[in-house]
């Protein structure tokens, strides 16, 4: 149960933990804290994932047993939502580093606040599913915490060092759009989970299958996870997830220069 | 420019023949059921028809929570103890594909044959 615990935990924790990072480096670069919008994101998200996971099975049930792909593609999508509207501001409040203090940075923070709570929810639910099941008096509880705590650990460590990384290339001037480019990916990414969900519901047409990778780069592989929590690496994705990546993907762009023409 | 363009044009009548095909087909999908009993899937091998929607009817009998998740058909549900899921599959070509319990991997193993 130990490695299980260490992969899944892991797995959770790495694409809210690459979020945080892309989304503290463009804050601290746009003249603000991460610690305005940090400590209440991890709140609400952790408050919503417990109430998740406490309605898993009502969920679940609910809307002909897909309820929880319902629920799913409605947190992705609103937090797809809410990227483009960060990038929106963004791009109104003017060049890097010249943003300041000057400018209200509520709805910034509040947004940011918004896509880390939704990111939380999810992920963190799951996982809150998952230590459920042994708090039962299995036996396993011992090696499955310390599995956690170890996939927790590495997922946070990936994190900060991307972190780092994307503050050194910044500080450096190199690749200083690097930021909001995954952020755009990532966009992508949830727009076409959100798709999948749906696709898995029965609410949407997923067509073929455009491509196959599965030999070259497979999903289970440590950087085929690495690159599905970054940039929602899929070896055989379907028509539609990417028509909705492409989609989630532009609008991050569309919104900052969107975001742009509208400043005075 | 022009083969982006054609490259372009060729993804998009893809995207709507694809949805086009997959029409209103679903009056008589098949279902099949699946149980998980201690950790395990019963039956652990299902057979499908090839090129149709087929609705799983997961039912996990375990006091615990499982993870029914595929790579390779791209499916990912959580299914509450003494519960039962619904996960559409297909329309899928011919071929094998794997599926497993996320939350006990080692045990929870199964396969989708496509034929």
Known sequence: MLLTSVILVLQET????????ILAVITLRSGGRPRAWLPAGLLLGGALAFVYALNLRR???SFDYVGQELTNAALQLAMTVAIVALVAWLGRAGP???VAAQRDRTVFNGLCV?????????????VLVFLSGFFTGAGALRAVLLGSGVGFGIGVSVGFLL???LLALDR?????SLPLVLLALFSGNMLAQAALQLIQADWLQAGPALWDTSAWLPEQSIVGRLSYALIGYESNPSVAEVVAYLAGAAAVPLAYAAGRRSRR | MTTTRHTIRRWLSTALAGLALAGPAAAKMPVVEIEIRDHLFFPAEIVIPANTKVKLLVRNLDPTPEEFESYELNREKVI???????????????????????????TAQGVVRVE
């Open chain 1, 14 to 21: 790495l694409e809210a933990a690459l979020l945080f990072s």
């Open chain 1, 59 to 61: 969920i679940s049930e």
């Open chain 1, 96 to 98: 890097w580093n010249t």
């Open chain 1, 114 to 126: 918004l896509v880390i709570a939704l990111a939380i929810t999810r992920e963190g639910s799951e």
């Open chain 1, 163 to 165: 972190f780092y990384g």
């Open chain 1, 172 to 176: 450096e001037g190199r690749w200083r």
């Open chain 2, 80 to 106: 509450s103890g003494n519960s039962q899921a619904v996960i559409f599959i297909g329309p899928l070509p011919p071929g094998e594909y794997p599926f497993f319990g996320e939350f006990y991997p080692k």
